[in-house]
C-alpha cells in the first residue's frame, strides 16, 4: 500500500476483512441451523402440522439460504478481485474498491441481501403478530414500517446499481439510511413487543409447567431467539456507524446482512424442533388450557426418548377471587 493513501484507508479495509471474516463464521452456523431445521421438519419430528406447513418452512429457510450465499460468495469474490488479483490497480486496492461498487456482482449481492432482510423481518412481524395471539392491530404499526422499510430497500439497491454509486455513500446513502434505520426501528419494535409478551407469558405458564417445560419455552435463550435481540443489537450498530459515516459500519453491514437470515433460520429451528411458540400455544395460553406436546428427540421422532417427562396436559383457569392462576386437574405425565 503506498504510503499517500490517506489514514482512513486503513480503518476501511481492516473493517471490511474483519466484515468479511465474521460473515464467514455466521455463514457456517447458518448452513448447520438450517441443515438440522430441515432435518426436524423432513422427519416430522417437531412440526405437528399438515405437509404443505413442513415444506413452506424448508422452502422459506432455503431461499434465505439460497440469498445469503449469494451475497457471501459475491462479496468473497470482490474481496479477491481487491486484495489479489487487481491489487497494483490504480489506487491499490481501495481505488479497485471505489472503481468497482456498482459491477453487477456487486449489485446482485445487495439485491439479495435485500431479499433476506425483506424475508427476515416479515417472517419476525409474522411472530409478533402470532405471539400476541393473531391480533391485527397489534402489528399496524409495525406493518407500516415494514412497508416503508421495503420499499427502501428497492430503491437503494436500484439506486446502488448505478456507474460509481455504492450502497453506503453517495446517492444511495440518501435512501439506505432510511432503510436502515426503518429496519432497525422495526426489529426493535418488535423484538420488545415479543419480549414483552413472552414475559406476559412467562409468569403464566411457570405456575402450572414442570420446570423442564418452563425453560423450553419460556427461558433466556428461548427469549432471545424468538425476540430476535442479537438482531437488533447489531441493527443499532450498523445504523449508529452508518449514519456517521464511520468505516466500521461496512463491518457492521456484513455482519448484520448475516443476521437477516440467521435470526430467522434460528426461530425455524425451534419451531422445527417443537420448541417454538406456535398459533396453538399462544390460543391454550390465553383460553386457560396448556397442551405441551413433547420436544423433538435425536432419533428424529417425538417420543418418551426425548425427554423423561414426554407428555405433560395441564388446565389452568383464572381464580376469580384473586386473580391467580390455579390448577384444576391434576398433571398427566408419561414416562
Known amino acids: 500500500m503506498s504510503s499517500s493513501e490517506s489514514p482512513i484507508d486503513l480503518p476501511l ?9 465474521f460473515r464467514g463464521i455466521l455463514y457456517g452456523i ?51 478481485f481487491m486484495w489479489i488479483d487487481h491489487r497494483n490497480y490504480p489506487g491499490g486496492p481501495l481505488g479497485y474498491f471505489s472503481a468497482t461498487t456498482s459491477m453487477w456482482m456487486n449489485v446482485f449481492g445487495s439485491a439479495a441481501d435485500a431479499t433476506a432482510n425483506i424475508l427476515g423481518d416479515g417472517l419476525l412481524l409474522y411472530r409478533c403478530y402470532m405471539i400476541w395471539g393473531s391480533r391485527f392491530w397489534i402489528i399496524a404499526l409495525p406493518g407500516l414500517v415494514y412497508l ?19 450502497l453506503l455513500n453517495g446517492n444511495a446513502a440518501n435512501f439506505g439510511v432510511p432503510w436502515v434505520s426503518l429496519s432497525v426501528s ?16 412467562r409468569q403464566m405458564t411457570l405456575s402450572v409447567m414442570t420446570p423442564e417445560m418452563g425453560q423450553m419455552y419460556t427461558s433466556i435463550m428461548a ?5 430476535a435481540l442479537p438482531f437488533s443489537l447489531v441493527g443499532l450498530g450498523f445504523v449508529i456507524t452508518y449514519a456517521k459515516d464511520s468505516p466500521t459500519a461496512d463491518a457492521f453491514a456484513y455482519v448484520w446482512g448475516m443476521f437477516c437470515s440467521l435470526s430467522p433460520q434460528m426461530i425455524i429451528l425451534r419451531v422445527a424442533m417443537g420448541r417454538g411458540w406456535s398459533k396453538e400455544t399462544v390460543q391454550q395460553v390465553d383460553s386457560g388450557s396448556l397442551i405441551f406436546a413433547p420436544a423433538y428427540s435425536s432419533t428424529g421422532r417425538s417420543g418418551t426418548q426425548s425427554t423423561p417427562v414426554a407428555s405433560l396436559q395441564t388446565t389452568i383457569r383464572p381464580e376469580h377471587s384473586n386473580g391467580s392462576l390455579k390448577e384444576l386437574n391434576s398433571n398427566e405425565i408419561t414416562v
Open 148 to 166: 416503508a422499510s421495503s420499499v427502501l430497500v428497492i430503491i437503494t439497491v436500484v439506486e446502488s446499481a448505478l456507474p460509481g454509486a455504492f
Open 13 to 21: 479495509e481492516r473493517s471490511l476483512y474483519v466484515g468479511n471474516f
Open 186 to 201: 422495526l426489529n426493535v419494535i418488535v423484538t420488545a413487543m415479543i419480549c414483552a409478551r413472552l414475559l406476559m407469558m
Open 30 to 80: 447458518e448452513l448447520f441451523t438450517f441443515a438440522q431445521a430441515a432435518h426436524c421438519i423432513l422427519n416430522s419430528g417437531g412440526i405437528r402440522s399438515s405437509p404443505g406447513s413442513r415444506v413452506f418452512y424448508v422452502a422459506y429457510g432455503a431461499v434465505l439460504l439460497a440469498m445469503v450465499t449469494i451475497a457471501v460468495t459475491t462479496d468473497a469474490l470482490w474481496g479477491q
Open 223 to 227: 427469549i432471545l431467539v424468538e425476540s
